[in-house]
């Protein structure tokens, strides 16, 4: 009996405040519609000007003289030349970035050893260093006076200015995407499954193929995408050590360049869109993969 | 099948997590690993299963050493505390998978693989839950899959390291009855851990007591129940109130009053004395052979009505049964009459 009393009190002392309440009930984080209106108009205005507008005007003026003159631009040997050699870069260093990538996360994420955060660190040296400095040590390295010149010279081996080069200078840059994608989900996922698999007799190989790698695969689809953006994309490093000969050792980024400095912007934007088309396909993906496989990723979302 | 510990260690870094322990575990027995975090349970448990091997001393299973043996060679199946189930397949692949890896020769026919999973599901209930994934199921289901996934290649001991410790009370209780269950029927030896006294106590046929990494005491749940061994042991079980007490021959005067000693009893003189809340009958007013205490709290819990008693200056907790108490005061701050049935004593050193 009591208690009902109080509550009782209770409501009367709080019917007053009700009464004051705004028309229409809004949350504590919730702003006011113009406000709202304002920042966006603001992000999207930014958005339009400086990412968008840039975007078609690669497209508008690689089309500037008609389909035809595109056409052409693209299957000049040069061009093309320059197309296959970005493909056949990524095509070796995105797999060797795969490869590496699992087994640096799979040894930092599962394993505890001396050395580890030495490791972390490494790894994430190409983010933080100038990708011209990234070429600059392979040019250091392997190049003629460089430190291994003379070894390589002997056996006429062509690294720096050569397919080889260009693809170490990639693997070097595009190094961290894949790893640092995996590490914090394998982290987060722990190792009981593992050690269930091991306890059950599974082999080591068995239980990295049945149980890890099945655990991460979209987390390692999403790093493969980024890093072959990136491998496709790459300027500064590969500049260094190119050469920039043409139909040999140029890739698309630097053809765009070459036939830029020529004034031939409608050659030079033709090439440049195919790179923007893969920027654009790789963008697509990524968002089709998170929303499919959003929470999955949910803890590797960085970028 | 029997496990022979022979003073096995373990450390990490500096840390002593496992201090030469000697323990045997008989065939077909279901143990028990008792102990607060940090006691080195999981630890010991984890290198009977052979996910970590001991720095010394040696593990014997069957007779055979297995000290450095790799955990399938051991036959044995684990249960881990958070069920660790492979989450990229459905319950039926789950269970099916100690079945299917290995360096199995020839491989089973997917008909055999089908009817063991099979059966296996349901003998834990979950037969029309085969084509679910984990993320779908209940802590309770899941639990039990793990359990159908570890019995799969037919172990010869199964360990759990904390089987129903992420579970609710209710499903708890059902589970410790059907692991029960399942022990007597399959007879397969059985050492679990848990951090719960009443669930160690309620299920094992011997609980093995750690503390700091040490056995403490081995013994039926009635046993370490009514003799606990050491200090440590009894407070651990629910020891009760702690009080100061004086030894004396054959029995303890705590507060002026003579209490009989149920454990061993040690050497006379100063000790600590431990009386669990049932052992403490309350009188009204005060009476010559009682001591005087004073309620403070009262609280009804279920059938029975816990009392907290401020008997000079000490804190006591009593239990009664809210139906028989009889026609006591027990209003806070009413004067009570105090006696103390038995108590559990130890000497200053131990």
Not at chain 1, 249 to 267: D, R, S
Not at chain 2, 123 to 143: D, E, F, W
Not at chain 2, 165 to 184: F, M, P, Q, S, T
Not at chain 2, 230 to 244: E, H, I, R
Request: include cysteine; glycine fraction near 10%; hydrophobic fraction near 50%.
């Amino acid at each position: 009996m009591a208690a009902e009393t109080l509550s009782t009190t209770t409501d009367r002392r709080k019917a007053p405040v009700l009464d004051v309440t705004p028309p229409r009930p809004r949350g504590a984080l919730e702003d006011p519609v113009w406000v709202k209106a304002l920042v966006m108009a603001a992000g999207l205005g930014f958005l339009a000007l400086f990412i968008l507008l840039p975007l078609l005007a690669v497209f508008a003026e690689a089309l500037r003289r008609g389909v035809g003159a595109y056409w052409e631009a693209l299957v000049e040997p040069d061009a093309w030349s320059a197309i296959v050699l970005t493909l056949t870069v990524a095509a070796i260093a995105v797999p060797a970035n795969l490869v590496f990538g699992v087994c640096a996360a799979w040894a930092i994420a599962k394993h505890r050893f001396p050395g580890k955060a030495l490791l972390l660190t490494l790894i994430d040296l190409p983010f933080s260093v100038s990708p011209v400095i990234s070429g600059l040590v392979y040019v250091l390295l392997f190049g003629a006076h460089g430190l291994l010149g003379p070894v390589l010279r002997e056996y006429d081996i062509q690294i720096i200015f050569a397919v080889p080069g260009l693809v170490l200078a990639t693997v070097f840059i595009t190094f961290p995407f894949v790893a640092r994608e995996l590490i914090p989900l394998m982290q987060a996922q722990g190792n009981d499954e593992e050690e269930a698999a091991i306890t059950l007799g599974a082999s080591g190989w068995q239980t990295f193929s049945r149980v890890t790698l099945p655990n991460i695969k979209w987390g390692l689809l999403y790093g493969v995408l980024l890093c072959n953006a990136r491998a496709m994309g790459e300027f500064g490093a590969v500049s260094v050590v190119s050469g920039h000969i043409r139909g040999e050792t140029n890739t698309m980024p630097l053809h765009v360049e070459i036939l830029y400095n020529e004034y031939n912007f409608v050659a030079a934007f033709a090439v440049a869109s195919l790179l923007a088309l893969l920027a654009i396909v790789t963008l697509v993906a990524k968002s089709l993969l998170e929303l499919r496989y959003g929470a999955e990723l949910a803890a590797t979302r960085r970028h | 099948m029997s496990i022979q510990l022979t003073g096995i260690t373990k450390r990490f870094g500096a840390f002593t997590a496992v201090d030469a322990v000697d323990l045997s575990i008989e065939t077909g027995e279901l143990m028990a690993l008792l102990g607060p975090s940090g006691s080195g349970k999981t630890t010991l448990l984890r290198m009977i299963g052979g996910l970590e091997f001991a720095d010394g001393g040696s593990l014997a299973i069957d007779g055979v050493d297995a000290t450095v043996e790799e955990p399938h060679a051991r036959g044995v199946g684990f249960v881990f505390q958070h069920y660790a189930l492979f989450r990229h397949m459905t319950v039926f692949e789950n269970v099916a998978f100690g079945l299917r890896v290995g360096k199995r020769k020839p491989k089973l026919p997917e008909q055999v693989i089908a009817d063991r999973v099979h059966h296996l599901l349901e003998l834990v209930q979950l037969r029309p839950l085969a084509q679910r994934y984990p993320n779908q199921l209940s802590g309770g289901q899941r639990q039990r899959v793990a359990l159908a996934r570890a019995l799969a290649t037919e172990p010869r001991v199964l360990l759990l390291d904390e089987p129903f410790g992420a579970l609710d009370a209710k499903v708890r209780k059902e589970l410790r009855r059907w692991l029960r269950d399942i022990h007597k029927g399959m007879g397969v030896t059985t050492v679990f851990v848990t951090h719960d006294q009443e669930e160690a106590l309620e299920l094992a046929d011997r609980v093995c007591i750690l503390h700091q990494g040490r056995i403490e005491q081995v013994g039926t749940p009635a046993e370490v129940y009514d003799m606990p061994a050491s200090a440590f042991v009894c407070d651990f079980l629910g020891g009760g109130a702690k009080l100061p007490c004086t030894v004396l021959n054959g029995f303890a005067d705590i507060a002026g009053l003579r209490v009989p000693i149920s454990n061993r009893p040690p050497a006379p003189g100063p000790g600590i004395a431990y009386v669990r809340p049932h052992d403490i009958e309350l009188l009204p007013g005060s009476e010559a052979d009682a001591a005087a205490a004073r309620v403070t709290a009262v609280q009804p819990v279920g059938p029975e009505l816990r009392l907290d008693l401020d008997m000079g200056g000490q804190v006591v907790e009593a239990v009664l049964d809210r139906r028989t108490h009889g026609h006591v005061d027990l209003s806070p701050g009413t004067a009570v009459g105090v006696r103390l049935k038995r108590a559990n004593v130890y000497g200053l050193g131990a």
